[in-house]
């Protein structure tokens, strides 16, 4: 175990950090996730860590979900393209 390393509930950080993925994603097993859950309670670093992580993903999953923008400009641009391009 690393110097910086503590084990809470059972797990190490470096356990809470492999499976804080499938955490997140909803995919742990329920006795796993009331570990990490214990753990990152108990640990100020992986506590921390898991706040950043978890914004992480929700401002990915914001973006992948918003609609994808074009600008005005492009859209013209390909638009007067596709015309020429046909004459």
């Known amino acids: 175990?690393?110097?910086?390393?503590?084990?809470?509930a059972g797990l190490t950080c470096?356990?809470?950090?492999h499976a804080l993925s499938d955490y997140a994603e909803g995919d742990a097993p329920a006795e796993l996730r009331a570990q990490i859950e214990a753990h990152v309670a108990g640990c100020r670093?992986?506590?921390?860590?898991?706040?950043a992580f978890a914004a992480l993903l929700a401002g990915m999953r914001r973006q992948l979900a918003a609609p994808d923008v074009v600008d005005d400009d492009v859209v013209a641009r390909v638009r007067r393209a596709l015309i020429a391009s046909a004459s």
């Open 14 to 17: 470096a356990q809470v950090m």
């Open 45 to 51: 670093q992986c506590e921390q860590f898991g706040a």
């Open 1 to 8: 175990m690393r110097p910086d390393e503590r084990e809470v």
